[in-house]
């Protein structure tokens, strides 16, 4: 059974900072692209980062110069490095993996990421 589980969401003040982590069974991050996305109320759910298995890296707009996503493969985790955080990044994150060559994704539960003012 893959499973995703993620955790280090919280509440934050604003120019705070979180690292979310996302730890996998069942399927093997080094061979697996590994995305963070977040969804706020009546929003959809958006890409925020997404990090290959050559370690090739892609982040939404709004992350860029804030966020950084890695992985640590003999943890089977990834991060998401989240600095100078803002309201509007308030969102319930979530994990999404794929493995190489393969279309199967697999989403986690999610975290709840709450920046005040």
């Known amino acids: 059974q893959v499973q995703l589980v993620e955790s280090g969401g919280g509440l934050v003040q604003t120019g705070g900072s979180l690292r979310l982590s996302c730890v996998g069974s069942?399927?093997?991050?080094?061979?697996?692209?590994v995305g963070w996305f977040r969804q706020a109320p009546g929003k959809q759910r958006d890409m925020v980062a997404i990090?290959?298995?050559?370690?090739?890296?892609d982040y939404a707009d709004s992350a860029k110069g804030r966020f950084t996503i890695s992985r640590d493969n003999a943890k089977n985790t990834v991060y998401l490095q989240m600095n100078s955080l803002k309201p509007e990044d308030t969102a319930v994150y979530y994990c999404?993996?794929?493995?190489?060559?393969?279309?199967?994704?697999?989403w986690g539960q999610g975290t709840q990421v709450t920046v005040s003012p």
């Open positions: 999404n993996a794929k493995r190489r060559f393969l279309s199967a994704q697999y």
């Open positions: 990090i290959s298995n050559a370690d090739t890296t």
């Open positions: 069942g399927i093997n991050f080094s061979s697996s692209a």
